[in-house]
């Protein structure tokens, strides 16, 4: 029976740390300052803009949130960055995800100051990443959270075989590029890949990002695999699930980790530790 990883324990002890941080940069009269552009009222984002804006003021975080109206246009979002950008007083900048059609959303993430670069999709930072550079370097959070659980519950990556299921640039690919950097054998399968089965039961370490509820059963996972599940999925009776199939593939992996309570909790934790390093790293 597989090992539980408690993502919402962990998140609130990389919090602890962090609000620890932040009391002392305050008191050397740093106060790290992340702000978050919401465009449009998409219901699932404005939770997770009101619980980033919670969670940085209860870590002693400046957070302010700009809200802009679903009908805003490209150019209106790109001079609003432009504008935070040049702004000493802010750290950190982070636009959420999705926006509305009539943006561009590679283009948002480009304008946004790699230096200033709360989500770690900068390209700059992306491709600092791909190059195995990771001095002063901004992370997709998601990732990173995942990294996170792997060094505390020890899972060793070098030299293991690694699928990520999931080409995302949000999750897939810098998942892939962490993974790397330790040393694992990595594989990205998505949607167009052939005999996905064979490759995901290769996996001693497999991270699932298809946003297809239950796509992974027991029958395709490796005996004694670490399986991490990236899905935020709805189940036939509208309740919160994951890509992967829990109660099965809880029986045969050796860590495992729950959805809700696993890597989402992590996201929210690690934008507040970047936006606590980005801040550092501007002075
Ligand atoms: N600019 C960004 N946009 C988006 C990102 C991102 O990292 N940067 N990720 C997601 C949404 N997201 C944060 O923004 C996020 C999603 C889920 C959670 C979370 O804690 N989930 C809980 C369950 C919550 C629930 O009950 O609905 C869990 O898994 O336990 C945190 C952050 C898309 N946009």
């Known amino acids: 029976m597989a090992m539980i990883i408690n993502g919402r324990e962990l998140a609130n002890e990389i919090d602890g740390q962090t609000k620890i941080e932040v009391e002392k940069l305050s008191h050397e009269g740093l106060i790290p300052h992340l702000v978050v552009i919401l465009v449009g009222e998409d ?28 009908n805003s246009s490209e150019e209106e979002l790109l001079i609003k960055i432009s504008d935070l950008n040049k702004d000493k007083d802010v750290h950190a900048i982070l636009v959420q995800l999705p926006l509305p059609e009539q943006i561009n959303e590679q283009r948002i993430i480009e304008a946004i100051s790699p230096n200033k670069d709360a989500d770690g999709f900068s390209p700059i930072n992306v491709g600092k990443l791909s190059s195995g550079e990771t001095y002063h370097l901004p992370i997709a959070c998601t990732p990173m959270g995942i990294m996170e659980m792997f060094k505390k519950y020890s899972i060793d990556l070098d030299g293991k075989n690694a699928v990520v299921v999931g080409r995302s640039n949000i999750v897939g690919k810098p998942m892939a590029n962490l993974l790397l950097n330790e040393n694992a054998t990595v594989t990205i399968a998505h949607s167009h890949t052939k005999n996905i089965t064979n490759i995901i039961k290769q996996a001693d370490i497999l991270v699932v990002a298809t946003g297809i509820a239950h796509f992974i059963k027991k029958d395709q996972v490796k005996i004694g695999a670490t399986v991490i599940d990236v899905g935020m999925d709805r189940d036939e009776n509208g309740k919160l699930t994951g890509d992967v199939d829990f109660e099965g593939v809880k029986s045969i992996a050796s860590f495992i980790t729950p959805v809700p309570k696993g890597v989402g909790p992590m996201t929210i934790s690690m934008l507040m530790k970047q936006t606590v390093n980005l801040a550092k790293w501007s002075i």
């Not at 404005?46 to 109206?69: C, D, F, W």
Request: charged content about 30%; aromatic content about 4%; cysteine-free.
């Open 43 to 70: 219901e699932a984002s404005q939770i997770y803009v009101r619980n980033k804006h919670k969670r940085a003021e209860s870590l002693g975080i400046k957070s302010t949130i700009i809200r802009m109206p679903v």
